[in-house]
């Protein structure tokens, strides 16, 4: 049984950092490829950023990119999603998501993921 248990956030003001992290369990982590995804209230949820297995490629959201890292410890089982400069636009409940294999929908698409954490809330005040 596949599980992601994720751990940071809370409350910080605007050009504060923050680190979430994601630890995974009954898969071979290394194996996968991982993303963040956020959602605000009233909206959908939105793609932030992607590593693959073995953290040659990110990839972030443009308005994500230059302030927040992606990175991974296959050793530790466990992904993080480093935040820094942090905006109250960025206010969310973010997720950690482990991607299919042989996905064939992008890596900003949800539904390329089958597993995903239990949300952890960022909330930024100005």
């Known amino acids: 049984q596949v599980q992601l248990v994720q751990s940071g956030g809370g409350l910080v003001q605007a050009g504060e950092s923050l680190r979430l992290s994601c630890t995974v369990s009954?898969?071979?982590?290394?194996?996968?490829?991982m993303g963040w995804f956020r959602q605000a209230p009233g909206q959908e949820r939105e793609f932030v950023a992607h590593?693959?297995?073995?953290?040659?490629?990110?990839t972030y959201a443009d308005s994500v990119k230059g302030r927040f890292t992606i990175s991974r410890d296959n050793a530790k089982n466990t992904v993080h999603l480093q935040m820094n400069s942090l905006e109250p636009n960025d206010t969310a409940v973010y997720y950690c998501?482990?991607?299919?294999?042989?996905?064939?929908?992008?890596?900003?698409?949800?539904?390329?993921?089958?597993?995903w954490g239990q949300g952890t809330q960022v909330t930024v005040s100005s």
């Open positions: 998501a482990k991607q299919r294999s042989g996905s064939y929908y992008g890596i900003r698409d949800s539904s390329a993921y089958n597993s």
């Open positions: 590593i693959d297995w073995s953290s040659e490629t990110t």
């Open positions: 009954g898969v071979q982590f290394s194996y996968y490829s």
